[in-house]
């Protein structure tokens, strides 16, 4: 199973420590020898056929700030022209433009390798016409890491959609204002000294608007719905209401009548994201930077999945999954 | 598809209204039209080949108590003897023999039928030997709905598994000992009157034995843990301890400390059931007749799901789950 890396950022490097963490396990439980060909970001690239060692692309990214030489072709086009059966798209997310992912999967499919992505950007802006190309290609794409990092709220939507319906999906999809808001509450801290901590905590990037402003919730929450065919909507039909400048006495105030604020994304009429007040009691009402989906379901009720919705080792674990799940398609041999 | 349904209790009915309210969905997103050729239970039969009458079927067994005529020729030999897909075995749970679903099973594998059963007996008495003759007579079988109702822990664990690694699992997978432990702590109920109000609202049997001895838990852990990997322990290797006769005093002074005293299942190191303290905060500490895994996976950390654990509507939707996944397996065209 030949293998390229686009992205070699947190989440690119734990993928690959994840897979010599795993190499035992993946050959005799699942009969897959994964092959790294290609290493590509940014920065640089390196190719080898054979299978690039993985221990030394990652000292050499860590000592040099980057792997092999930089770029002389641009990236799309190494993932186009190198063979391999499988992308792995793990570069930064924009959510405006979907690039450099958007062409690094469209390059993908063309040459006809599957996808397994945890980029939201090119979902977030060409969710149908990704799928399209993967169909007409005769490929897979999959991006479980792309809503709830390494939790499988994806996966797990779709078993609750299976042999029952969805009425409604509510949930925290943002691990960034969930740590904010749980640490304004504990503490009575101002909402600015909340997001000081989570910049230095690292769970809040130095730029935090897409996180406090409901963005990032929003994109999740569009992908969630087309995956599980709740909506076709894009990120322009939700309406989105942050937690910027949230007043630190309304949060405490909550608490104190045994309820929380969260920022809570609602699939239900439309879909929507908005700072709600929950009973304490209620699953769905987690502290810290977590994720909690809870799934609304005609027959069997409401279920409810929490776990970190971010983080490079939980990220790369959901990548691995895809991974997993691609090469059980395409041999019906594995044990899983 | 044609499905012979043993079993029409409360589990049984439910299913077949599910294929009533869903036939139009199935058909139009799975493109599955299932049949019902054959529902058997101890009291009668009903048979068509062709396609039973869904409604007639339900209309007699409310209004006579079962379907059809007196069995001549016993249940096991009419499922083998019927042309048809899948058998649904959903007759009443018998831990110590298994039957009668074990002979149901065996009477399916053998003449090439895939099961999918929520009946917990033939799991505790003889898991790896059903999986053992499904494999060698090269059909599925499928068993969601044995642990957590309509909550599809199982499934949800094998995501978890994929791609990471499951260190142990805690959680709660008995709703009736949930219920009575939850009753108490909110009214300061004796475990007797709890005990009798969980019968009153049909949560727990007439015999409650095998619930609050916490046997019911013992099997369902096998089957999780043996599901997914982690043990190959039998029922027989659990240490089970129930809360049969619990003192109030103890659940009320966890409530006031901030905790709670639930009834948990471990796969750690060895099985085990046991009364236990948690934290009012961990997601795990569900009341009322719920069930609430958690996953600890090795590289993305605590998982949790929560669910309800029982009830007709709920396990149908697994039955139905079951089946669209078996359905999966043997045509590649469906859309799911």
Request: proline residues 3%.
């Amino acid at each position: 199973l030949r293998i390229v890396l686009a992205g070699f950022g947190v989440v690119g490097q734990s993928f690959a420590e994840l897979l010599v963490l795993k190499s035992a396990d993946l050959a005799s439980r699942y009969g897959v020898v994964p092959r790294l060909v290609a290493i590509v970001d940014s920065e640089g690239s390196v190719l080898d056929g054979r299978g690039l060692s993985i221990k030394k692309a990652l000292q050499e990214k860590r000592t040099k700030g980057r792997v092999g030489d930089r770029n002389g072709r641009d990236t799309a086009r190494i993932i186009a022209e190198t063979e391999a059966e499988v992308l792995i798209e793990a570069t930064p997310t924009n959510f405006r433009t979907g690039e450099p992912g958007l062409s690094h999967m469209k390059a993908a499919f063309a040459s006809k390798k599957h996808v397994v992505t945890c980029n939201k950007g090119p979902l977030a802006v060409a969710f149908h016409a990704m799928h399209e190309l993967a169909r007409h290609n005769g490929v897979q794409l999959r991006y479980s890491g792309a809503v709830g990092g390494g939790t499988p709220i994806l996966d797990f939507g779709q078993s609750c959609a299976r042999g029952d319906d969805i009425v409604s999906v509510t949930g925290i999809l943002n691990g960034t204002c969930n740590f904010i808001l749980s640490k304004m509450e504990q503490d009575g801290a101002t909402f600015d000294d909340a997001l000081k901590l989570a910049q230095k905590e690292g769970y809040a990037e130095a730029d935090p608007t897409l996180d406090i402003d409901g963005y990032d919730s929003a994109v999740k929450l569009v992908i969630m719905a087309n995956h599980l065919g709740l909506s076709r909507a894009t990120v322009k039909e939700v309406k989105i209401k942050g937690i910027r400048g949230i007043d630190s006495r309304e949060v405490v105030r909550a608490r104190e009548s045994g309820r929380a604020i969260r920022l809570i994304a609602t699939a239900e009429h439309g879909l929507s994201i908005s700072p709600t007040s929950l009973d304490r009691n209620d699953p769905v009402c987690v502290s810290g930077a977590y994720n909690a989906v809870k799934f609304h379901c005609r027959f069997s009720g409401p279920k409810v999945i929490i776990g970190k919705g971010a983080g490079g080792p939980e990220t790369a674990s959901s990548l691995l999954r895809d991974l997993l799940d691609i090469r059980g398609a395409f041999n019906e041999g594995v044990t899983a």
